[in-house]
Each structure stands twice: as structure tokens, then as C-alpha cells.
């Protein structure tokens, strides 16, 4: 019987095991029922959170990026389920027991989804990034009276529409683009206007173009084609954002707003519309007030010239009267005057002055008018240039559209490939040249320089400029410049014609029966950003001598003429983004071409003839579209184009680098294996103006994340083998990326690493043999700007380097770093210690950690420092700390070391459950804080050390001071949020307070213990928005030892808040700016206010709330409110109660805003005011009353006809009812009054998706929006 105790042993071991086989494959079905559910679940659930998203995310907001992770992961997790479903319907019987383990395991993936998906309650965040950008302008001199009215009209209610006029170069572009920005900064205004739109207009109207350009001022886009339903979505748009300003800047012609889709400005929208405008008709038929802009004054004419010219000049005793003469005949025009000074700078000799005020008098009798007068000053400027080579590059920008940002890259590319930059050894020093012209061109104010999001810096004409260059150009050289949708007329293509530009139209074909235009001296055709799709074959046959061809961006042109192969004088072929290109005609006879740019096309092969283009020296065949067929490059091809400077292959395309080869090349885009970039660099690494690589036996799309701007000298590893290979990193290299090259196992084991000490970015991911990122000082990378570390397994620290004790890294050592993220790096413990702070990062800015698992501090202490010892360490230019989701982080700096940030604007901590404190004596950013957003602290108990000496009664004047908002949600151990000893003198620019989700949040504002019976009075001048929601335990706002005045309030938003009782009183006093009130499952809340002022209310789920205002209320304070939206108060009886006092005057009560009524579920409510006869709501759009059976009447007045016909309110739109049987049995004042409203009466039903409970629809109907809409 020995053997019977190791069998026990072994099923003692095993049962469990067993045990669990056999469930997993007894209960399969049961588990594939729950797996199934679950997926219904996620998928509703998934639904919902795009719906919120569809809903709520609109210009100033963004996608909360946990929501888009968790998009992300129902994403994945439902390709899972899908390959578990495949699995368990061919599954076996014998595998039923590992497929219930699968269905099981994954079914709790999904619950956890599921869990976190319940969490998500913020879909969208604020965009700072949407936040209005200043318009680029040139000082204001004079026009004080026209601003003066400007603001008059703006700040007031009688004018909404307003036009600033004036000839051309008078002024008013600058005048409203000063009042454009100082709109933007005054506070008052800020407050008045929710939106400010900028759009230039132009000459060549287009409705399209306008809708489109004031969508994208919104930060919209209108995808529809169609005019009409455009304009419908833009109403849409803009009326979300009401009130708003829109600035439509030189307008020729007359339109409709209703056609374009901008709400008419009333004084009920309070919307503004301002036009500027050469042409009183044009604003005085769109209903504008006029407000004429005259020519500068002598004295202010003056001023703006020596502004220009340089005031040093009056140093020189014989140019005064010469210098006062020239400013008069520039006849107060400032465009004028502004030119002409630029042309004068820098010149001293009286001589010339005298000269330059000859030619300008002669320049003006040459012409007669006015407009004529106003183009010989400007010409003076032009003529003054001297050089015709920079004439005829100031002539070529006006083939550019109207008010059109020029890219600086792309016009002195053209001037290249038109030979106006001479030849030069290299194409760099002809680029270097090409911006020298553009400097003198802006020097003398014929160019003036601007910016562009996506093109970088740019260069704008003026539209008067530009219409003297197509003056000039209208003889010699001669231009046409068309703009519209249509090709010029066949007699428009003149036989003298030189250039022709068509670009940026809506050209979709080009008709067979036009006959090839007669242009046998055209060199230069620009047809780029048209919709092409075809061009006739015989198009070219008259267009021999053309020179250059562009047909860029024509994203539906799929082939091109054989005629062009007959262009035998073309220099440059732009093909750039014709994304459905397919096949090139033979090159063959083009041997003259030296530009071939072939990017964003979809090719399948080179062109034909291309190994015969030996003048070609820019040869670009990168981003090609992704498509089964890719082109191959043979060998011997580009040694014989040996002329190449620019070279662009697309990362997809694998070819070889001949040693010696393409020795001329400044400029390179491609892809290397490993071994062959010491080949590549051997003979050209000091010719490179710029490269991109990428090197590894990965293929890349070309459009990745880590594809760089032109101009940097970029080197990408992905997959490769590094470690060991000689020569690899050039000493000039700009930007490096490694990617998931597992062999590596610091910087320092790269060949060439030491010496590239220009390195300015660093973006290392997925290499897994990597522990540290620097394992010497070698290189202690002194110009490096951005660092970023992503999903590195095994890295635990950013510095192993074997020093002495206690011996410093060199000062150098990270000196220029702006930028450090470090994401997904789950064994680094620590960030930065002590030492290496010490004398390095003084320009860092930015500090960003996210998803390190053991993460324990920021910046550490020493293990050596000595016992109580505490080091000062200060990071002088950070401004920006963000950390997420690093569960083990107990602090942000150690207790032996105190962090000084006096540069920091933004703290944003979320889910990190073991900070217990965010500010104290080892954290003190409080003197230049902005933004505060915390989320998702478990275990945080203060947000402020009270403990801390910074907050020693009374805090320094300057805490906080410039604080703009607080978001915290989440932190269910925090009990207040300020007490009124952090308060006092404090907090004065906060704007908004958002909390969220705080199981224990008590107050906002707490009590002193210490100071018992005294009551503190506190402001918050600039609080705009209270937000309080999910908070159970919350009694109170403010304590009842303290005052809270905020005069500035709008917007009050308070919800699942179950204990709060009382909203506004003697401790939290409402000031006549809140405008919306937004209250929902308040169980407890028997009083909301005593007086307001408010334009839009919400209250839901207040079952304790008996009347909304109280007989306390003044009925002054009624006056702007309007929506009133009621739902589900179940002790409701009436809305407006009145006092003794008013009853006798409230015969009659108007609400002359309202718009929008919304009753529903108030099962006791009997009255809407008990004690009036007549309710006056002559703008009342919407009418909702559902499940209000104990109401009787509704007192609206309805005016009667002499007939006895009753008139409806004349701004009604609807009327929606349930049950229909209640609105039977209401009592009427006059019997006629139930048919005047029946025909705007819908009977519902059911109810409609916006009238259910508030937790599935939060929130009031925005301005002028519809319920059904």
C-alpha cells in the first residue's frame, strides 16, 4: 500500500487542473453564450462613444486620447473574438476544453473593456491648439476716428452689419486686421463673441471657395459638392456658434448670405458681419452701415514714411523739403507710402532723393485718374528694383491666385527652372540666392512675408501690387492669368503669349473641339490644382517652345498625350500628386529636360527614355501612391543621368548606390540595406545639402510617422542589424530614428555616434536589447533639442555610464534639450537624478511620461547624498509636465531635493494611483501654473501641501496668479479643492473650474477650523465656468465661513451631485452675467437661486426642487433667458412663482428671448405661473410639453384679429405634445387660440431621441437649434 500516498500526492497536485479542464469543457455553450453577449455589449457600447463623439466634438475640442485608445482596443479585441468565433465552430470535441479556456479568457478581456468604456464619462477635451491665431499685420498709423467707429458698432445692438470702404491701398485690410486681434485679446470681447472668422474674398468670387474658407476658419470641413446642402451644414455650423464676428476682407461683388449659409446678424444672434470693400454699392446692397476710410493726414503720412524709411534720415538738413514732397505725392495712400519708403531705405545722398522724387512726379503724369496714379507710385517702387532679373521675380508671384500664400521653397524653385537665379556650382547656393531676392522684394515692401500651417514661411502680394504686375504684364512680357472655372477663351490665347498660369481652378477637362492654342512663344503653362482627368492629344501641337509644364496636384488625371513626348524644348515636367497616373509617354526626345517630378503618382514602370535625360538634375520618385506594381530602377540607369542634384526614391523601392556614382548630388530621399550606406557616404559626406534615409530590410510606407520635411538630414533605422557596422552614422546627421533594432544596445554602439554632435532629434523604439540610452559621455549630445523613448522593454534607465563617485556628467549633457517623452517603458524606475540636473537642462520646456509601470519618481534622490542634505535643483524653462498612467509614481521630485520651475504653464497628471500630493516645498510651479488637470489620482489627498511653506498665511500675491483652469476628475480621496487661505489675493485669471467624478469631495471651497465665526470674502473676478459633476458627497460650494463672488460667470453645470441641497445664496452669489444654468440629478436640492440673469436653463432629476424661480426673484432678471428646459422634477408645481408684491403689476409677464420651452415628466407641476393672465413670448421658436397632466393651461398671448382669429407667436416653428389627449383637454382663454396653434402641432407617439431622460441626452439644445434637428 506504499504506493497509494504518492498517487494521493499527484491527484492532490493535479485535481485542481483537472477540475478546471472538466468545467472548461462541460460548460463551453455557457461560456460562448457569455462571449457573445459580451460582444453585443461592446459593440452598443462602441456605438454610443462614437455617437457622443459625433455630437460633442466641434471646433476647441478634442478626442480624449483614452477614448481613442479604447476605440483602438474594441478594435482589435473584435478581430480577436472574430478569429475565437472561426475557432470554436471548427473546433473538434476533444478540443472543447482549450476552447472554453480561450472563450473564457477572452470574454474577460472584454468585461475589462467593457468596465473601462463605463469609465470613459470626458469624450472630448479642450484644444488649446484651436485657439484663434493673431493675423500677421504692419503697424497702424492714423485711422483713429475709424476705429473708434468700428467698436462702437461692434460693442453695440443697433448696427450687426458693417462695411469699411475705401480705394484700393487705403488701409482697411490693416485696420481690420488690428481689430481682428485686439478682439481676440480683450477680455470683454472674448465674452461677447464666442467665434472670430477671418476670410479674404477676393476678386474671382466663388460661393464654394467662400463656404469653404469660413468652415475652415471654424475648424470644420463641408465634404458635400452641392452649393445648397452646404450651405445648410454651414448654417448649421455657424449658428453653434453664436454670437460670433465674421470678417469677409475684400469683397468685389454682391451675395447672398442665405446662399452662402451665414445666419443673417440681428440683435437677437447678436452676430456681427464686416466688410471691407473698394465699392459703397456692394455694402450699401448687403444692408452695411458704410464707414469710409480716407488717405492719411500730412503729419500721420509723414510718420508712416520715416516708420519705414528710418527716422535717422531726418539727420541729413538738405533732404527735408525733398522728403516732404515725395511723402505728398504718395497722396496719403499708405500702401503708397510704404512702398515708396522701402524703395528710399538706406539712401542718403540728396542727389538721389532728388532723382527718385523726379521719376516719381514723371511716373504719375505718364498716367492719368486716380487708380492710374495709385499704379505709377507703385511702379516707382518697381522700376526702382533696377535689376530686371528681380523684376521679373516679382512679376512671376502675380501668377499666383489673388491674397494667395506663396511657399518661399516653391516660388524660388520656379525661379530656378525659369533661369532667373544664374547658374551657380551647386543648387543650395542657387536656393541661398533665391532667398536673397525674396529679402529685397520684402525689403522694398512688394512682397510682404507671412506663414502657412502646412508650407512654413511664405510670401503674400498685395492685390493692388499684384494688379500693377499684371498691368505691367499685359505689354511686355506678356502673361495671361485666368482664375474660374472654365479654360480662356480660344481668342485669349494670343500667338505673344510667354506665360500662362491656370492654376488653382476648377478645370475638370479641357474640350476636344478647342484647337491646340496658337502659342508658339509660350514657355511657361501652369495647369497645377485643377480636377483634370484627360487632355486632348493634339493640346500641345502649337506649344512648342514651352519650357516648363506644370500639372501638379490634378489628382484624376490617369494619362497623359503623346504630343507631349514632342516638347523637345521642355526643361521642367511637374507631375507631382496626379495620384490615378499610371503610365509617362516617352521622354525619349526631351534631352533638354533637367526637372522630372514624378512624386504621389501611381507609375508602374520609369518612363520610356528616361536613361537619355543626361541634363536632368532633379529627378523626384518618392510617396508614390501604393499599388500592386511598383517601378523598378535597373542598373546603369542613374550613373548616366551624372548630372542628378536632387534625388527622390520611394522607401518601398529597393535599389543599389554605385560607389562613386551621382557624385553632383546635394539632396537624396530612399531606402539602403545596412551594408550599402558606408558606400553611399564614402564619397559625398560633406556635399549633402540634405537627406532622408531609411536603412533596414523592413519596407516603410512612405507616408509614416517618422517621414521628415525636406531640408533636415535624417536617418531612419527600422529592422536592422547596427551593432558593429563601420562607418554608419554621418558625423552631420539631424534627425535620428531606430525602430525595433533588437541588436543595439545603447547610442553609443553605433559606428560614427560619437561624432554627430549636431544630432537635433532622437526617436528610438522598439529595440529590445536596449537598457540605457547613453552608456558613455562620449557624445554628450550638446545640440540635441527632442528626445523621444517609446515602448522599450528592458530599459531602466536613460544614463549608465561608469563614472568616479559622486563626479558630475559634463555641463554639456543635454544643454540644448527642449523635449523628452518617455512612453511605454515598463521597467524604468526613475527619470533624472540630481546630478545630472545640476548645471544641464536649463532649456528644457517639455516633460512628457506615459505608461511606465515602474516608474517611482521623476527626478530621484542620490543613493550617496548625505542623511538631510537637501539640493535645489531648477528647471527654468519648463513649462509643460504631463504624466499618465504610471501606477507606481509616489512623487514628482524626491524629499532631498526641491524642484523650482518658474517658467511652467501646464500640469496635467492622470492615472496615477499611488500620488498622494502634487505641489509642496519639493514642487512649487505656482507662480506661472495656467493649467491644472489631474484625473484618476486613487490615492490623492491634497492637491496642495498644506503643510507646505508656500502656503504659510497668507500665500504670496503671486500664487497662482496666473492660473486660467482646473480639471480634476477621478481623485475619489480628495475632500476639497481650495481653502480660503489659498484663495485670499489669489486665483485672480482662473476661468474655469471643471470636477468630475470626486467620491469625497466635500467642498470646493472649505472652511478655516482655525477660524471659527469669521467669514472670509473671496473672488474669482474671471471664472466663466463651473462645472461640478458625479460628486455624491458634495453639500456645498463654498463653506459657510466664506463669500464667493465671481462676477464674470456664464456657465454653471452641475449634475449626479446627490447630496447638494442649495446651488446659489449668500455664500455663492450668481452675478447678471450667467447666462447658462445647467442642473441635473440633484436629489436633495430644494433651492436653486434668488436672482439671475440667465439666457439658458437645464433641470433634470431635482426631485426635491418644488419652483424654479422663487418669489425672491426680481422679473428684471428674466429678461435674456432663452431655453427653458425642464425634465423629470417630480415635486415641480410651478415654474415662476411671484410674491405679493408683483402681483398686482404681473398681469402680464414677458419673456421676450425665449425661444425654446421644454416641460417634461413633471407629474405635479400645475402652473407655469400661477399669478399671471397673459405669458408674452413674442420669439418663442419651440414648444415640448410631455407627461405635464395636472397642467391645465398655458397662458400664452396669442393677439386677436378683428375676425376673432387668434395669431400664432410669429417666430413659432413647432409644436410638440404627449399624450395627445392631455392637449384636448386644456383650457384656453379664447377658443380660437387652440386653432391658431394646430397646424404647428405635432402629436407624438413616442418620444423623440432628444426629449429622454438626461443621462442619455445631457445638456440644453444649443442656440437656434431645432429639437428634432
Not at 54 to 63: C, P, T
Not at 898 to 912: G, K, M
Not at 1153 to 1178: E, Q
Request: hydrophobic fraction near 40%.
Amino acid at each position: 500500500m506504499d504506493f497509494i500516498g504518492p498517487i494521493l500526492e499527484v491527484l492532490e497536485f493535479t485535481g485542481p487542473s483537472i477540475c478546471k479542464y472538466l468545467k472548461y469543457h462541460r460548460k463551453l455553450k455557457d461560456f460562448v453564450s457569455n462571449f457573445q453577449r459580451l460582444q453585443k455589449d461592446l459593440k452598443d457600447q462602441q456605438d454610443e462613444v462614437e455617437s457622443r463623439l459625433l455630437a460633442e466634438l466641434h471646433f476647441g475640442k478634442r478626442k480624449n486620447p483614452q477614448v481613442t485608445r479604447w476605440l483602438e482596443d474594441v478594435v482589435e479585441i473584435t478581430k480577436d473574438a472574430q478569429r475565437v468565433e472561426d475557432k470554436v465552430r471548427r473546433g473538434k470535441y476533444f478540443s472543447r476544453a482549450c476552447l472554453g479556456k480561450l472563450v473564457k479568457e477572452k470574454t474577460q478581456e472584454m468585461k475589462l473593456l467593457c468596465d473601462k468604456g463605463n469609465s470613459l464619462q470626458i469624450v472630448v477635451l479642450d484644444d488649446p491648439s484651436s485657439s484663434i491665431v493673431p493675423l500677421a499685420t504692419s503697424e497702424l498709423v492714423g485711422e483713429e476716428y475709424v476705429k473708434e467707429k468700428i467698436w462702437s458698432y461692434l460693442e453695440g445692438d443697433q448696427v450687426n452689419k458693417i462695411g469699411v470702404c475705401g480705394m484700393g491701398g487705403i488701409g482697411k485690410t490693416t485696420i481690420m486686421k488690428h481689430i481682428h486681434n485686439e478682439l481676440l485679446k480683450k477680455d470683454k470681447f472674448r465674452g461677447l463673441f464666442r467665434r472670430i472668422v477671418w476670410v479674404t474674398v477676393s476678386l474671382e468670387f466663388d460661393i464654394g471657395k467662400l463656404q469653404e474658407d469660413i468652415a475652415s476658419g471654424l475648424n470644420e470641413k463641408l465634404v458635400d459638392n452641392n452649393i445648397t446642402r452646404r450651405a445648410a451644414k454651414l448654417l448649421a455650423i455657424l449658428e453653434k456658434q453664436e454670437p460670433f464676428v465674421l470678417i469677409l476682407d475684400d469683397v468685389w461683388t454682391r451675395f447672398s448670405l442665405e446662399e452662402v449659409g451665414v445666419p443673417e446678424p440681428t440683435a437677437i444672434n447678436g452676430c456681427k458681419l464686416v466688410l471691407t470693400t473698394r465699392s459703397k454699392e456692394v455694402a450699401r446692397t448687403m444692408g452695411c452701415v458704410i464707414i469710409d476710410v480716407k488717405p492719411l493726414k500730412s503729419d500721420e503720412a509723414l510718420k508712416l514714411f520715416l516708420d519705414k524709411v528710418g527716422n535717422d534720415i531726418l539727420l541729413s538738413p538738405t533732404l527735408g523739403s525733398t522728403l516732404t514732397m515725395i511723402v505728398d505725392e504718395c497722396a496719403g495712400l499708405p500702401l503708397a507710402i510704404v512702398t515708396v519708403a522701402g524703395s528710399m531705405k538706406g539712401i542718403s545722398d540728396p542727389r538721389l532723393w532728388k532723382n527718385a522724387l523726379n521719376e516719381l512726379i514723371e511716373h504719375k503724369r505718364t498716367v492719368a485718374g486716380t487708380e492710374a496714379d495709385k499704379f505709377g507710385i507703385l511702379k516707382f517702387s518697381y522700376d526702382h528694383l533696377k535689376d530686371e532679373k528681380i523684376q521679373h521675380c516679382f512679376l512671376y508671384c502675380a501668377l499666383y491666385p489673388e491674397d494667395h500664400k506663396i511657399p518661399k521653397d516653391e516660388i524660388i524653385e520656379y525661379w530656378i527652372e525659369e533661369g532667373l537665379i544664374e547658374e551657380m556650382q551647386t543648387r543650395q547656393a542657387m536656393k541661398y540666392k533665391g532667398h536673397d531676392i525674396l529679402k529685397k522684394l520684402e525689403d522694398n515692401c512688394l512682397l510682404e512675408f507671412t506663414e502657412d500651417e502646412f508650407e512654413g514661411e511664405c510670401v503674400r502680394v498685395h492685390d493692388l501690387l499684384r494688379d500693377m504686375a499684371l498691368q505691367i504684364t499685359r505689354k511686355s512680357p506678356r502673361f495671361l492669368v485666368k482664375a474660374g472655372r472654365e479654360l480662356p477663351e480660344e481668342h485669349e490665347w494670343k500667338e505673344d503669349l510667354l506665360k500662362v498660369s491656370l492654376m488653382y481652378n476648377y478645370i475638370e477637362e479641357i474640350p476636344l473641339s478647342l484647337p491646340s492654342p496658337n502659342c508658339p512663344m509660350l514657355t511657361t503653362l501652369l495647369l497645377s490644382v485643377n480636377n483634370l482627368s484627360t487632355i486632348p492629344e493634339s493640346f500641345f501641337d502649337h506649344m512648342l517652345g514651352l519650357k516648363i509644364l506644370d500639372l501638379s496636384y490634378n489628382d484624376e488625371l490617369h494619362s497623359l498625350p503623346n504630343s507631349i513626348s514632342k516638347l523637345v524644348n521642355l526643361t521642367t515636367l511637374l507631375l507631382k500628386a496626379c495620384e490615378q497616373l499610371r503610365k509617362i509617354p516617352s521622354l525619349s526626345n526631351l534631352g533638354a529636360l533637367k526637372k522630372l517630378d514624378l512624386s504621389g503618382t501611381t507609375i508602374e514602370e520609369l518612363p520610356h527614355g528616361i536613361e537619355l535625360l543626361t541634363n536632368l538634375k532633379y529627378l523626384d520618385l518618392s510617396e508614390l501612391v501604393i499599388s500592386e506594381v511598383l517601378p523598378k530602377i535597373p542598373d546603369g540607369i542613374l550613373p548616366n543621368l551624372s548630372k542628378l542634384q536632387t534625388l527622390g526614391v520611394d522607401y518601398r523601392i529597393p535599389w543599389k548606390m554605385e560607389s562613386g556614382k551621382l557624385s553632383k548630388l546635394e539632396n537624396f530621399t530612399g531606402r539602403f540595406l545596412t551594408n550599402d550606406m558606408g558606400i553611399f557616404f564614402k564619397s559625398r559626406r560633406d556635399c549633402l545639402s540634405w537627406y532622408n534615409i531609411f536603412v533596414g530590410r523592413q519596407i516603410l510606407s512612405s507616408d509614416g510617422e517618422d517621414s521628415m520635411p525636406i531640408g533636415m538630414k535624417f536617418i531612419q533605422f527600422f529592422d536592422a542589424q547596427i551593432f558593429g557596422e563601420p562607418n554608419l552614422l554621418p558625423s552631420d546627421v539631424q534627425k535620428l530614428g531606430i525602430k525595433e533594432c533588437n541588436d543595439v544596445r545603447s547610442l553609443n554602439d553605433i559606428s560614427g555616434f560619437q561624432d554627430a554632435t549636431n544630432l537635433l532629434q532622437c526617436k528610438i523604439s522598439g529595440c529590445e536589447g536596449m537598457k540605457c540610452v547613453l552608456s558613455s559621455w562620449l557624445n554628450p549630445l550638446p545640440s540635441l533639442n527632442f528626445l523621444e523613448i517609446h515602448n522599450m522593454k528592458i530599459l531602466n534607465t536613460l544614463f549608465e555610464v561608469k563614472v568616479v563617485a559622486k563626479s558630475a556628467p559634463p555641463p554639456t549633457i543635454f544643454s540644448s534639450l527642449k523635449t523628452i517623452k518617455i512612453l511605454f517603458c515598463p521597467k524604468i524606475k526613475k527619470l533624472f537624478s540630481p546630478r545630472l540636473l545640476l548645471g544641464s537642462l536649463q532649456n528644457l520646456e517639455e516633460i512628457k511620461v506615459e505608461y511606465c509601470g515602474e516608474l517611482e519618481e521623476i527626478i530621484a534622490s542620490e543613493e550617496e547624498e548625505e542623511s538631510g542634505r537637501v539640493s535645489k535643483l531648477t528647471l527654468p524653462k519648463l513649462k509643460r509636465l504631463k504624466l499618465e498612467q504610471l501606477p507606481k509614481l509616489r512623487c514628482i521630485c524626491s524629499s532631498s531635493a526641491v524642484l523650482v520651475c518658474d517658467s511652467i504653464e501646464e500640469v496635467a497628471i492622470r492615472y496615477c494611483s499611488d500620488l498622494k500630493r502634487v505641489f509642496g516645498s519639493w514642487f512649487n510651479p505656482l507662480q506661472t501654473l495656467e493649467r491644472l488637470n489631474l484625473q484618476e489620482l486613487e490615492s490623492l489627498k491634497s492637491v496642495f501641501d498644506e503643510e507646505a511653506p508656500v502656503l504659510l498665511s497668507p500665500a504670496p500675491a503671486t500664487t497662482f496668479s496666473p492660473l486660467v483652469s482646473i480639471t480634476i476628475a477621478k481623485c475619489h480621496q480628495l475632500k476639497k479643492l481650495f481653502s480660503p487661505r489659498s484663495l485670499l489675493s489669489c486665483l485672480q485669471n482662473l476661468e474655469a473650474i471643471d470636477i468630475r467624478d470626486c467620491a469625497q469631495m466635500k467642498e470646493i471651497v472649505a472652511s478655516e477650523e482655525e477660524e471659527s465665526g469669521r467669514v472670509s470674502k473671496l473672488t474669482l473676478p474671471k471664472l466663466k465656468t463651473l462645472g461640478l459633476l458625479w460628486l455624491p458627497t458634495l453639500r456645498c460650494i463654498c463653506s459657510s465661513s466664506a463669500v464667493l463672488v465671481c462676477d464674470s460667470i456664464k456657465e454653471v453645470t452641475i449634475m449626479y451631485c446627490s447630496d447638494l441641497k442649495h446651488v446659489f445664496g449668500s455664500w455663492f452669489y450668481p452675478p447678471q452675467t450667467l447666462e447658462r444654468l445647467n442642473l441635473q440629478e440633484l436629489e436633495s436640492l430644494k433651492s436653486v437661486f434668488d436672482e439671475e440673469a440667465l439666457a439658458f436653463i437645464t433641470i433634470a432629476t431635482c426631485h426635491q426642487l418644488k419652483k424654479l424661480f422663487s418669489p425672491r426673484s426680481r422679473l428684471s432678471c428674466l429678461q435674456n433667458l432663452e431655453t427653458i428646459d425642464i425634465m423629470d422634477c417630480a415635486q415641480m408645481e410651478e415654474i415662476i412663482s411671484l410674491g405679493s408684491q408683483e402681483e398686482e403689476k404681473a398681469l402680464q409677464l414677458s419673456l421676450p428671448k425665449l425661444r425654446i420651452l421644454k416641460l417634461k415628466d413633471l407629474p405635479a407641476l400645475k402652473s407655469i405661473c400661477s399669478n399671471i393672465s397673459v405669458l408674452r413670448c413674442d420669439s418663442l421658436m419651440y414648444l415640448l410639453i410631455i407627461r405635464c397632466t395636472e397642467l391645465k393651461r398655458i397662458p400664452l398671448y396669442l393677439p386677436q384679429l378683428d375676425n376673432g382669429q387668434s395669431l400664432p407667436p410669429p417666430s413659432l416653428k413647432g409644436i410638440n405634445v404627449f399624450p395627445k389627449e392631455w392637449w384636448k383637454s386644456l383650457e384656453w382663454d379664447h377658443p380660437k387660440q387652440r386653432d391658431a396653434l394646430l397646424p404647428f402641432c405635432e402629436f407624438l407617439a413616442e418620444e423623440p431621441w432628444w426629449a429622454r431622460p438626461p443621462w442619455q441626452h445631457l445638456g440644453p439644445l444649443r442656440q437656434n437649434e431645432s429639437p428634432t434637428s
